[in-house]
């Protein structure tokens, strides 16, 4: 009986491959993009007429030679490997050398190119199989330009099983942008039917950038952390080094890069997770471990069902990656992902805290005019000022970046005095973000005498406080005697209705955030100065410090520019005169 299985002619292996690599117009556009990335290239400009099913990008970058415009197309050529050793040290955004030769196999693909310091420009026409039909000079500043024509001109099929125009447009601009952040410094011209679309330019931080991208994201809203961080060891030597005792830096000797752009939680996010987005070594990628550790981060800073804004990059050595996963590149595998976890973490408490790098904070602009007009039409303050002369030589030795209370508005606001401007910090909330903190670190039960008495409790509500460590049992008919509570809830007069807020159900750390804000100082609770300064102090010390637990904002930020501003101290006092 003949065997029924049988080797793929090449022209099917061909086109399986070509499949894989482009299957839309922003397929096409990504790979050529990123062979000019790696040509070197500052400028890209990309042209499309999707209903020709045409796309041409052209950039500045280093340029091929002749010899190499012959081999650009073959089946799986490249300049990026050499062997399989090189997989393990790629630094290239391309690599399998599979683009060029798989848009021969669907479309028309036509090359001009001039390497830099070149005399002359090259014109190649291509044919199916990537082979060399057409070759001739051509007049072309140094660079590249290449243009598919015709795409999935030989597939109707193909195209017709693709989304509509709009949206493929809609997919093309999310590729551009996607890579745009990853490459700050590029400038970016796309082009639609003849007709400029949109453009990008280039910025010195992908922060600065970002606010084109995503133009209600104002630069104030962003901030921006770049750390170094050791490359984690390897697991053996691991092992070898454990008998020392070193610490893990002092063993390090090569470093990897993290850049953070995140959006303040007091300030701007989103409606869906749809900006929590992660690069490594200049490609965007899907990790959900990295996604997740990045939401982690965020949890209990944010109102409910919102989402941050979020774009991590990391350049880490290629030897910790493995790019062979998927023909498009967007999946990987990463080494030691626990420990890139726990880096991701400290870099975003680091750009949540409040340090000296970003207490002169840009100010909500609108939010400042509106608090100005409104104390411009009323004209008074309910306005309590403490002592102005502390007596406390802690509270007098303020340095330059530390935030120094002044006064308490209304019993409600704590007027904080900086080096840049003044904050208004709610009292209550500042003191929830502090409690909820120590509780998450040290969620600590006490037995109480005499016991609390609860009546007619559902069994659901009897689970729900058993769920958070209370030990709850039956005191009668439908009485129920709770034994020992959480700690900050000891000296409170409303404990039983916080325990009983407690049964309605949710998880340990929606507990942690009743009892933080049933402990929380209340506003209209008056404060004296040093009260004032020990909850500035603490509550500056706090991981999330921009937001309450529920995702409120904390303070109100009145930097000393916006104030002169409006006080209008640049003026010539003689010209305000009418000299």
């Known amino acids: 009986m003949a065997s029924t299985i049988q080797a793929l002619p090449t022209e099917v292996v061909y086109l399986i491959t070509a499949g894989e690599v482009i299957d839309s117009l ?30 041409r990008v052209a950039d ?110 809609k997919a093309v601009q999310a590729t551009i942008q996607q890579i745009a ?30 606010p084109q991208i995503l133009p209600q994201v104002r630069q104030g809203d962003l901030q921006e952390v770049k750390v170094k961080i050791p490359n984690p060891l390897k697991s053996e030597d691991r092992i070898q080094d454990s008998e020392f005792s070193t610490p893990h830096s002092a063993l390090s000797t090569q470093h990897s890069a993290l850049t953070l752009v995140v959006g303040l939680p007091d300030r701007t996010h989103r409606h869906r997770p749809d900006w929590v987005r992660v690069a490594i070594n ?30 991590l990059h990391l350049a880490i050595s290629p030897d910790q990656i493995n790019w062979n996963r998927n023909p498009a590149k967007t999946e990987i595998y990463l080494n030691e992902i626990i420990y890139w976890q726990e880096q991701i973490t400290q870099a975003i408490n680091q750009a949540l805290s409040i340090s000296s790098n970003n207490l002169k904070e840009a100010v909500h602009t609108t939010r400042v005019s509106k608090l100005l007009k409104a104390a411009e039409a009323k004209g008074g303050y309910n306005f309590n000022p403490q002592n ?7 509270i007098n030795r303020v340095s330059p970046n530390s935030l120094k209370a002044v006064a308490q ?64 049992e039956p005191f009668g008919e439908q009485l129920w005697a709770v ?39 209340r506003n209209g609770t008056p404060m004296n100065q040093q009260e004032m300064q020990t909850l500035l102090d603490n509550w500056q010390r706090t991981r999330n410090p921009r937001t309450c637990p529920h995702g409120r904002p904390i303070y109100l930020s009145l930097e000393e520019s916006a104030l002169a501003r409006f006080f209008r101290r640049n003026w010539v006092i003689g010209k305000s005169h009418g000299i």
Not at 99 to 116: F, G, N, V, Y
Not at 287 to 292: N, R, V
Not at 296 to 310: G, K, N, Q, V
């Open 26 to 55: 922003a397929s096409v556009v990504r790979e050529l993009v990123e062979n000019s990335l790696d040509a070197g290239a500052t400028r890209i400009v990309v042209s499309l007429w999707p209903q020709q099913w045409r796309i």
């Open 282 to 311: 200049g490609r965007m990628v899907k990790t959900p471990e990295l996604e997740q550790t990045i939401l982690s981060a965020f949890h209990r800073t944010l109102p409910r069902d919102r989402y941050p804004i979020c774009f």
């Open 181 to 210: 952040l990853c490459h700050h410094h590029v400038t970016w011209q796309i082009w639609q039917n003849d007709r400029q679309w949109f453009t990008i330019c280039p910025a010195a931080t992908t922060g600065q950038l970002l």
């Open 388 to 394: 102005p002369k502390p007596s406390t030589d802690e």
């Open 60 to 169: 500045n970058g280093c340029g091929m030679t002749l010899d190499d415009l012959e081999q650009a197309a073959t089946a799986h050529s490249t300049s990026k490997i050499r062997s399989s050793a090189d997989l393990w040290k790629i630094n290239s955004l391309g690599f399998r050398g599979e683009a060029l030769h798989s848009l021969t196999t669907l479309a028309d693909l036509e090359i001009l190119s001039r390497p830099l310091g070149g005399k002359l420009g090259w014109r190649v026409i291509y044919g199916d199989g990537g082979e060399v039909v057409q070759v001739e000079a051509t007049a072309i500043a140094p660079g590249t330009v290449v243009t598919v024509s015709h795409l999935f001109g030989n597939c109707s099929s193909r195209r017709q099983g693709l989304p509509t125009t709009a949206q493929q447009m």
């Open 409 to 472: 508005v209304s019993n409600t606001y704590i007027v904080a005095e900086h080096s840049g401007g003044m904050w208004l910090v709610e009292q209550h909330i500042a003191h929830e973000r502090v409690l909820y903190e120590q509780l998450c670190d040290n969620w600590q039960l006490v037995p109480v005498e005499p016991s609390i008495i609860l009546y007619q409790l559902s069994l659901a509500q009897v689970s729900q406080l058993q769920h958070i460590g209370l030990e709850i």
């Open 483 to 521: 034994r020992n509570i959480p700690a900050p809830l000891q000296q409170r007069d409303d404990c039983a209705e916080a325990i009983l807020e407690l049964s309605w159900g949710g998880d340990l750390q929606t507990a942690q955030v009743a009892v933080a804000c049933r402990s929380a100082i």
